[in-house]
T-cell receptor, first 114, second 112 residues
């Protein structure tokens, strides 16, 4: 079965510090991978998605970046965090086609920038 | 054209009642319409999904109704239970698209 691992679950970081959130997927090959951010009580904002190793599409210009060094690994990074980077970060994978659709979210990382 | 508009923003229903959440879209190329359920502090989980070749899909107490001509789809939760209290998101994507477009979410509260 397909599983997605996302860590850490919670993180408190000072303004200006770096960030690295990691997401790994098991049980599927060549999935699309996604990073979303969710502000409290709000919807899902797509930050980055990747259709393959080294292929990253950015949806929102900001001080965050993403990388996909391996097929099943997706990393969200920042060199210097801002207060506005606080939120709930979700990794997701998706495999889709005419007769198949699978989409799973990780359990999320609650980031508080202080 | 990529937006999916969801309503209401919040909904309060009595136990045993019917919860109805609506979504509307503009992009006629969308051909996959899932609904997600999210509990506080957790990631969204796929609840039920429909493709436009059918007008209704039912799984247990959850039903999606799809109106292609009106470009609308809705989630019906029959016999709503307090355990259904969560945030619900509709979404849409195209066959060739790699991204899902999400609605803004509906916070459902089912009172006992």
């Amino acid at each position: 079965s397909q599983t997605i691992h996302q860590w850490p679950a919670t993180l408190v970081q000072p303004v200006g510090s770096p960030l690295s959130l990691e997401c790994t997927v098991e049980g599927t090959s060549n999935p699309n991978l996604y990073w979303y951010r969710q502000a409290a009580g709000r919807g899902l904002q797509l930050l980055f998605y990747s259709v393959g190793i080294g292929q990253i599409s950015s949806e929102v210009p900001q001080n965050l970046s993403a990388s996909r060094p391996q097929d099943r690994q997706f990393i969200l990074s920042s060199k210097k965090l801002l207060l506005s980077d606080s939120g709930f970060y979700l990794c997701a994978w998706r495999v889709f086609g005419k007769s198949r659709e699978e989409n799973t979210f990780g359990s999320g990382t609650r980031l508080t920038v202080v | 054209q990529q937006q999916v508009k969801q309503s209401p923003q919040s909904l309060i229903v009595q136990k045993g009642g019917i919860s109805i959440i609506n979504c509307a879209y503009e992009n006629t190329a969308f051909d996959y319409f899932p609904w997600y359920q999210q509990f506080p502090g957790k990631g969204p989980a796929l609840l039920i999904a429909i493709r436009p070749d059918v007008s209704e899909k039912k799984e247990g107490r959850f039903t999606i109704s799809f109106n292609k001509s009106a470009k609308q789809f809705s989630l019906h939760i029959m016999d709503s239970q307090p355990g259904d209290s969560a945030t619900y998101f509709c979404a849409a994507s195209t066959a060739s698209g790699s991204r899902l477009t999400f609605g803004e979410g509906t916070q459902l509260t089912v009172n006992p």
